[in-house]
């Protein structure tokens, strides 16, 4: 069985660092790719990053572009997440995902099969 675990989150300053890691087990790993949703209180899930299977390519929203980078270390079933210059409005829950094969569009939640249960990034102002 599929089990996507998520850690690293937590309370952190605003201009602060957190480092998101996700860790699979019960599926080959770098058959997919793979992604990280957000979901704050009272907004829309967001696609905020994705890797593909190799780690050849990764697409960012546009809110975190520049801060955020996105990797995969496939030897160890993981997936990462690093978190530069925190906003407040980054201040959510975090999901990773199991990607599709085809990323056209890549932020489409629908299309990605297991979640994992979130870790919870909250900023201060």
């Known amino acids: 069985q599929v089990q996507l675990v998520e850690s690293g989150g937590g309370l952190v300053q605003a201009g602060g660092s957190l480092r998101l890691s996700c860790t699979a087990s019960?599926?080959?790993?770098?058959?997919?790719?793979m992604g990280w949703f957000r979901q704050a209180p009272g907004k829309e899930r967001e696609g905020v990053s994705c890797?593909?299977?190799?780690?050849?390519?990764?697409y960012y929203a546009d809110s975190v572009k520049g801060r955020f980078t996105i990797s995969r270390d496939n030897a160890k079933n993981t997936l990462y997440l690093q978190m530069n210059s925190l906003k407040p409005e980054d201040t959510a829950m975090y999901y990773c995902a199991v990607g599709p094969r085809n990323l056209s569009p890549w932020n489409d939640g629908g299309k990605y099969t297991y979640w994992g249960q979130g870790t919870q990034v909250t900023v201060s102002s």
């Open positions: 890797i593909s299977w190799s780690g050849g390519s990764t």
């Open positions: 019960g599926l080959t790993f770098d058959d997919y790719a």
